[in-house]
């Protein structure tokens, strides 16, 4: 399984980006795709993440209202709309995948396959 995350970069307090996580090397049914984030001495935190089946989503309380995932199955790739973004959003983006069979496999920490980081930072 491959997980490529791309998309990331620098905006202003307020701006907006959007990440993206091409998935390869299986099919996803019944898992979910998400992404975390870690800012510098800070652990990995949970950020987004749906259903590939379903399209369920889950977010984390400190970007609900802000941020928007989304995925398109006919390309395997799952986005994170990211607006209002806040210099607290700095931290390296990670997307990642899980087989989901209970609510708290959304949430993480576990999930099985990891892609490589993609650095956003939001200046004030």
């Known amino acids: 399984v491959q997980l490529q995350a791309s998309g990331g970069g620098l905006v202003q307090a307020k701006g907006s980006l959007r990440l993206s996580c091409a998935a390869s090397?299986?099919?996803?049914?019944?898992?979910?795709i998400g992404w975390f984030r870690q800012a510098p001495a800070k652990e990995r935190e949970f950020v987004a993440t749906?259903?590939?089946?379903?399209?369920?989503?889950y977010y984390a309380d400190s970007v609900k209202g802000r941020f928007t995932i989304t995925g398109d199955n006919s390309k395997n790739t799952v986005y994170l709309q990211m607006d209002s973004l806040k210099p607290e959003d700095t931290a390296v983006y990670y997307c990642?995948?899980?087989?989901?069979?209970?609510?708290?496999?959304?949430?993480?920490?576990?999930?099985?396959?990891w892609g490589q980081g993609t650095q956003v930072t939001v200046s004030s």
């Open positions: 749906i259903g590939w089946s379903g399209g369920d989503t």
């Open positions: 090397g299986r099919t996803f049914s019944n898992y979910a």
């Open positions: 990642a995948a899980t087989h989901v069979i209970s609510y708290s496999d959304y949430l993480g920490p576990n999930y099985d396959y």
